[in-house]
């Protein structure tokens, strides 16, 4: 171990001597280029001072030392970070060790950083950091650069180096190995300071302008060197008129692909239509053929997969129809259940259509026909051949309600050339949180927004009185347990849940609303083998005095069936699906269980946790464990209520963030009768 020990360090130290002496030859053989003509004297006027530039971009900034005056770097604590240290070292430079979070939960030392460097201030040495933090967003200052200057009272100087000949690498900060023989500019920004009584508001101006300081320092230093500033920006960083990636070698596979397989998607969807899957009337559609004539004026298409995406993109079409009485709407879904929900609530100014199969042919069909003047993608629909047909008319796109699960990420963070092209020919992301907002900026997504999760402000799924009225009075006063939205391999605990429960509860009536409609009778038959009587809604039945359990297979019911129960396991989360929509429940008043399983709605699970709003449950025993407790206190429900509604008005105001950023995408009505 000990042996292994050493040679690591000693091929670290050989490392970091060979990037020093790499560094001092690009100083030694490149032609220097300053601006102001007298920065380095510039610098050293304001000594002891904070050195601000991006990561990726600090290889020569040690070279603007010119009078050897005291210098302290802030390096973080990694394995590629040692060889920078190593190399620092050799150059004159004093280590710091530690960085900030960037936003993630593992401590790097950035507090015992922070306090080194007031230190070092203190003792005379000026400060040299990046201003961005790793694991990005790359380009967005930080807040440890300006917490340093407000606390020690030192300005901050916005730095940029720059050569002709580089190398940019695949990193989310794209590290720049600047190289010999090089034109080499360097540029520097007025000083910032900061005020050690700045209000929050103040803060955040001054840090807005050294994010705009640094971003032009560095334009106008690659400007200088004559080189492309492009080359050596992250993709998420480029100016919104920067040409986007273009398509790699999987990205060109995948449309070749799409292209060849067009002549069996007759017989798949033939297939798909056999089991119930598909609008035979409709198949047309799933070519790209429009069933309906596009209206006059401003379009906005938008996309959603299933219910849940329908479910958000609905209020959305509504607070857009609000504030544009001039716009039309194209709303496209993929699955029956949604085609259904849409034709029943889009409005007078909606048309829906299935979505094109994702093949370039019926793209182009799809996009020639309807013309959109903007399109909008809900939540993680990403399909290529769509983006890559939509972004070649010039038409915007925008990811709204935008989301994606850590695999996902992963997947398409490991194929750059399948990302990069598409993320980048977004216009537009509005992200459900920072977590998410800092992932879709690493794969290239440039104008990046957290918004809010727009199912919080979505308004209750509608109830049909008269249903309600007679579902009420065929249950009577029977205790009630809804299952909601269930998954298969869920329902399968439920029904041990209720057996657990009818023992101390025989008037029980478990009311199981399965995700997929058509699961109906499979359920039922389960049910039976169970040992437990069901009846099922699609067949016209009401529960009935026998039934332990009643199958609500149909759709668009939910909302009546959560205003008739005042307990809901909400499922999906017993399952590793990630778990369904809680708030739809809580805006019914119905208490909320849920499993381990939610990662498809962290935030809104996490805030009703905050408030005792939401009860965890994880297997048939604990289901059934709780909901006795709950039949037998119903001032708990109510408590749970309560704490539920405060964390859903913490939680909203996503619809009119969404709203307000679509709107800037559209041009406006006096623009285009100027245009006309």
Known sequence: MATSSGKSLRLQSAAGRSIAALIRYVERTSRKVYEPADLTERMLAEHPAIFAFWHGQFMMVSTLNAHGAQVAAMVARHGDAELIGSALDRLGVTLIRGAGAGGRRKDRGGA???????RALEDGYSICMTADVPPGPARRVGEGVITLARLSGRPIIPLAVASSRFLALDTWSRMTINLPHSVLASVGGEPVHVPRDASPEMLESLRAGLEQSLKQATRRAYELAGADVNRATPL?????????????TRLKIYRALTRTLQPIVPAWLAYRARRGKEDRQRRDERYGIASAARPTGQLVWLHAASVGETNAALPLINSLSEARADLSFLLTTGTLTSANLAAARIGPRGIHQFVPLDSPRYAQRFLDHWRPDAALFIESEIWPNLIIETAKRSIPIGLVNARMSHRSFKRWRRSRGMSAPLFSRLSLVLAQNERLARMFSLLGARNVRVSGNLKIDSPPPPVNALELERLSGAVGNRPLLLAASTHPGEDEVIAAAHKIIAAQHPELLTIIVPRHPERGASVAEMLKAEGLASSRRSLGALPDTADDVYIADTIGEL???YALSR??????????????????AVRHTCAVLTGPHVH??????AALRAKAGVREVKDAESLAATAIELFNDRQAI????????????ALSGALDLSTQAILGMLPKPDELRRAS
């Open 112 to 118: 015992q950083a922070l306090r080194a460097a007031m």
């Open 236 to 248: 998420s960083a480029l100016d919104a008129d920067a040409p986007a990636a273009a398509p790699g």
């Open 559 to 561: 909302g009546t069936f």
């Open 567 to 584: 307990l809901a396991l909400i499922g999906g989360s017993l399952v590793r699906h990630g778990g369904q929509n809680p708030i739809e």
């Open 600 to 605: 498809n709605f962290t935030d809104s699970y």
């Open 638 to 649: 109510e408590r749970m209520n309560a704490g539920a509604k405060e964390a859903l008005d």
